[in-house]
Every structure is written in C-alpha cells, then in structure tokens.
C-alpha cells in the first residue's frame, strides 16, 4: 500500500532505539518524533540525515490499517508484544544458559 500522507503513525507509536537527528538516545514509544512536523509529515524525508530504521520502514495494511487512528492501535498492541518478547528473552536466556552450562 502507498504511506498516508499525514498520518505520521509510525514515527509515534513504536519505539525507536537507534539515533535519530534531535533524538541522540533513540525515542520512546509513544513519543512524537522531533522531526515529524505538525502536519505530521517527516521534515528529514529525502534527506540523507533520515534514519535507516525509517527508510527501512514500509507502509503495510497490517501495520497501516485503514486510518492514522487504526495505525497507532496496531502499531501499539505490536510494539507491547516486542517488548515482552524482550523482557521475556532476557528473564529466560540467561536461565537457559546457566542450565545449558551446568549440564555440559
Ligand atoms: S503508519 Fe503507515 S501509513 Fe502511517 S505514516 Fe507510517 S507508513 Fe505511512
Ligand atoms: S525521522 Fe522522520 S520518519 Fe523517522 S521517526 Fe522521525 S519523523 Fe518519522
């Protein structure tokens, strides 16, 4: 599908843990990003300052929905399962390992 124009969803809702210009820590979900205008359109779009993690980024009806409104609830109910998946990862992998090495 072409990106909404204006819609903005994604450099909002999810997470974005690498740098971006205005944001050296990466930003928050939830987050505006300093450089989606308030017409919500990226100021940096065509810029070679644009992060790779946003030029990577395509529009999808999955992620997109049907609406700007639609976008931010999938794309929310998306990044709260990555970051279980996360804290999830992090709880058990060390355990894994642990009994992976006790056992060797
Ligand atoms: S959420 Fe999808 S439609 Fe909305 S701005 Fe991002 S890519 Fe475009
Ligand atoms: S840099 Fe542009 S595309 Fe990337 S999150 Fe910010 S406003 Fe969106």
């Known amino acids: 599908m072409e990106c909404r124009i204006g819609c903005g969803a994604c450099c909002i809702a999810p997470s974005i ?4 210009p205005g944001m050296p820590e ?3 979900a939830g987050v505006r990003c300093v450089n989606l205008t308030s017409d919500n359109r990226c100021q940096l779009f065509g810029k070679s300052e644009r992060p790779a993690v946003c030029l990577a980024f395509r529009a999808q ?4 929905g049907r609406s700007s409104q639609e976008a931010l609830q999938l794309i ?3 990044e709260r399962a990555t970051a279980l998946a996360v804290k999830h990862e992090k709880r ?8 992976k090495s006790s056992s060797a």
């Open 26 to 28: 990466g930003k928050p």
């Open 76 to 78: 929310t109910k998306l």
């Open 92 to 99: 058990i992998m060390p355990l894994l390992y642990s009994l």
């Open 61 to 64: 009806e999955d992620t997109c």
């Open 17 to 20: 843990s690498t740098c971006i």
